[in-house]
């Protein structure tokens, strides 16, 4: 079993930074990729940054430019940079590990999903 603890969420106003940090431990042998997802009162959980172990990234629309994902896949952490902060980003971010087989077709499977328990980031306007 995959353990993932978050820290670094706090309330800054709009226009600052904050970095969450996650560090994973337990089974994470064959960890294919690392993201970072979020979810506001009333709203859908969405992913806002992933990594994988190669280090290929991926950005959702709202962030790019502003947020920066990271991963040191010797010390199992991933990090999410986030600067000019908007209100919008409001939200509960949870960090996430999952384990992934693609086929020749394209077509991929996941193994294992892991999430940690949440770190809340407010940005008042």
């Known amino acids: 079993q995959v353990q993932l603890v978050e820290s670094g969420g706090g309330l800054v106003q709009a226009g600052g930074s904050l970095r969450l940090s996650c560090a994973a431990s337990g089974s994470i042998f064959s960890i294919n990729a690392m993201g970072w997802y979020r979810q506001a009162p009333g709203k859908q959980r969405e992913l806002v940054a992933s990594?994988?172990?190669?280090?290929?990234?991926n950005y959702t629309d709202s962030v790019k430019g502003r947020f920066t994902i990271s991963r040191d896949n010797t010390k199992n952490a991933v990090w999410l940079q986030m600067n000019s902060l908007k209100p919008e980003d409001t939200a509960v971010y949870y960090c996430n590990a999952v384990r992934v087989r693609t086929f020749a077709s394209g077509v991929a499977l996941r193994t294992g999903d892991y999430w940690g328990q949440g770190t809340q980031v407010t940005v008042s306007s």
């Open positions: 990594i994988t172990s190669g280090g290929s990234t």
